[in-house]
């Protein structure tokens, strides 16, 4: 069955992403981590010395945390090319701890038939609490009749998509429920009254695009 596309004319300003929750984090999968990116800080495998030096145990790296949130992303972005991916450490993540990776579409624009979508991303924990903020921007197919005439080799669908944000529409609705509460107002009076880390990532395309526009979304793996 071939994978899902994702294509920029179904999304809109506002949409969420799936929520992904993780595994509880435990003591193999930091050691595993460890082997895999080569990062073998002590304090994220050795509980003797993480104690030696003030933490009541050993803590997961910020990268395995981002990490995580990347999967989100190209879980999510299927048929996409991820063009930007950046994130700010919040709170540490200890052993035990359940981490649930969220996003939302922020913008979207296009222009001479390149379509980007703004995604904001966190992470929490089981009680709630902000794990990790981030930001980043995937590139797609405007439809599927749009990647067909790019593999094809012929010009792209060109729609011309003026910046949309959630921030101005969180504004506009903000207006208009301040004029409507005004107006409400003249007709009736009322008697009621009314620190942190930063990591980017270089993205590259998980396979070749197509003439340089085609689909795939991955980031590599970035060390602190």
């Not at 082997?35 to 002590?42: E, F």
């Not at 299927?78 to 993540?93: A, C, E, S, T």
């Not at 409507?180 to 009254?193: F, I, N, Q």
Request: glycine content about 10%; proline content about 6%.
């Amino acid at each position: 069955m071939p994978a899902r596309k994702l294509y920029f004319e179904a999304i809109r300003v506002g949409d969420e992403l799936p929520a992904l929750a993780k595994a509880p984090v435990d003591r193999v999968q930091l050691s595993r981590y460890a082997g895999a990116s080569g990062d073998y800080n002590p304090v994220h495998v050795d509980e003797v010395y993480a104690k030696s030096v003030g933490m009541p145990s050993v803590y997961a790296p910020g990268m395995l945390i981002m990490g995580m949130l990347g999967q989100l992303i190209s879980d999510w972005a299927r048929g996409g090319q991820l063009r930007r991916y950046n994130v700010r450490f919040i709170k540490m993540v200890w052993p035990g701890d359940t981490v649930v990776c969220k996003g939302r579409v922020s913008d979207r624009h296009g222009s001479g038939g390149r379509y980007f979508v703004d995604i904001d991303l966190w992470a929490e924990n089981q009680r709630g609490e902000l794990l990790m903020k981030g930001q980043s921007v995937i590139q797609l197919f405007y439809s599927l009749e749009d990647e067909n005439r790019q593999r094809a080799g012929q010009a792209p669908i060109v729609v011309e998509v003026p910046r949309e944000s959630i921030l101005d529409q969180q504004s506009g609705g903000q207006a208009e429920g301040s004029e409507a509460e005004e107006t409400g107002s003249k007709k009736a009076p009322s008697t009621a009254k009314k620190s942190a880390k930063t990591a980017t990532a270089t993205p590259a395309p998980l396979s070749p695009p197509a003439n340089g526009n085609g689909a795939a979304a991955a980031a590599k793996k970035v060390k602190k």
